[in-house]
């Protein structure tokens, strides 16, 4: 019967080397196969421009991403209705950036009769179109737009929507 050589220090490194280097291995693999959570977007409040009237003038009125109203031009706010952001919960992995990206213009109509809302990144919660999420993996985005209106716009109870993405 043969016996077995008791392990020596330099064997017994050189296994808790190899050791090592297995789980360093292991660990990549594992933290390479996640996946990414799936980022979620859900609205919240509706974009809602409220009431107002025009003279024989064209002009615009912008809602704020903080749902501040401003108007140009021959548009004139009335009193009444709701004024509001559109606001988006959005959801997805912890601490992560993701982009925003809006169409330059959308249709709302009532009827026949259209009006161009148009948006840019100034409209957007922080002014930028990249953004994280927080450490629970959540964000609350408000997007405001402008409203073109003619100067021989029709009235009417206008609707429309538009179609923004976000992307990890």
């Known amino acids: ?7 020596t220090a330099e064997r017994r490194a050189r296994t808790r080397r190899r050791a090592a280097a297995l789980l360093c ?3 990549a693999l594992a933290w390479g196969a996640a996946e ?6 859900t609205t919240a409040t509706q974009l809602q421009f409220g009431r107002f009237t025009r003279t024989n ?3 615009t009125l912008t ?3 903080t749902g501040t109203r401003t108007v140009t031009g021959g548009v004139v706010a009335l009193t009444g209705g709701t004024i509001a952001a559109a606001r988006f919960n959005i959801t997805g992995d912890p601490s992560v950036n993701y982009t925003i990206t809006l ?3 959308a249709n709302i109509t009532s009827g026949a009769q259209t009006m161009s809302v148009s948006f840019n ?5 922080g002014g930028t179109l990249v953004r994280m999420l927080n450490a629970s993996g959540t964000d609350t985005l408000s997007v405001g737009a402008v409203l073109n ?6 009235a009417g109870s206008y609707t429309g929507s538009f179609v923004m993405t976000v992307n990890y």
Not at 121 to 125: A, H, P
Not at 149 to 154: C, D, E, G, I, W
């Open 25 to 27: 291995v292991l660990g």
């Open 36 to 41: 990414a959570k799936p980022i979620k977007i």
């Open 1 to 7: 019967m043969m016996e077995r050589n008791p392990p």
């Open 103 to 105: 169409p330059p213009t």
């Open 149 to 154: 209106v003619s100067a021989t716009q029709v």
């Open 57 to 59: 003038t064209a002009g």
């Open 63 to 65: 809602v704020s991403a």
């Open 121 to 125: 990144s100034t409209l957007v919660t």
